[in-house]
């Protein structure tokens, strides 16, 4: 049974940092791709960045220059280090398996979230 469980949120000022940590039981990504996703306040969950079991990055563009994804594949461990935090960056922030070739999540299943808030 796949579980995934995020870690690292927090209350942060604008222009701060937070790494993010999500870890995948019950299965591997191996030749798969992990995903950050962020639900902001009222909004649908998006990804904000993907990473392949090779290590191949992709960022949507208000994340990148300012966040890493980033994995330890013995651990079966995915990070998201945040930098340069903005107030727009507030939401719970998931972590999943990505449908090959999509950043569609692959499991309908979600873990609990870690929530990232960004005071101004």
């Known amino acids: 049974q796949v579980h995934l469980v995020e870690s690292g949120g927090g209350l942060v000022q604008a222009g701060g940092s937070l790494r993010l940590s999500c870890i995948l039981s019950?299965?591997?990504?191996?030749?798969?791709?992990m995903g950050w996703f962020r639900q902001a306040p009222g909004k649908e969950r998006d990804v904000v960045a993907r990473?392949?079991?090779?290590?191949?990055?992709d960022y949507v563009d208000s994340v990148k220059g300012r966040f890493t994804i980033s994995t330890d594949n013995a651990k079966n461990t995915v990070f998201l280090q945040m930098n340069s935090l903005k107030p727009e960056d507030t939401g719970v922030y998931y972590c999943?398996?990505?449908?090959?070739?999509?950043?569609?999540?692959?499991?309908?299943?979600w873990g609990q979230g870690t929530h990232v808030t960004v005071s101004s």
């Open positions: 999943n398996i990505l449908i090959p070739g999509s950043t569609r999540p692959l499991y309908d299943y």
């Open positions: 019950g299965r591997t990504f191996r030749n798969y791709a």
């Open positions: 990473v392949t079991w090779s290590g191949t990055t």
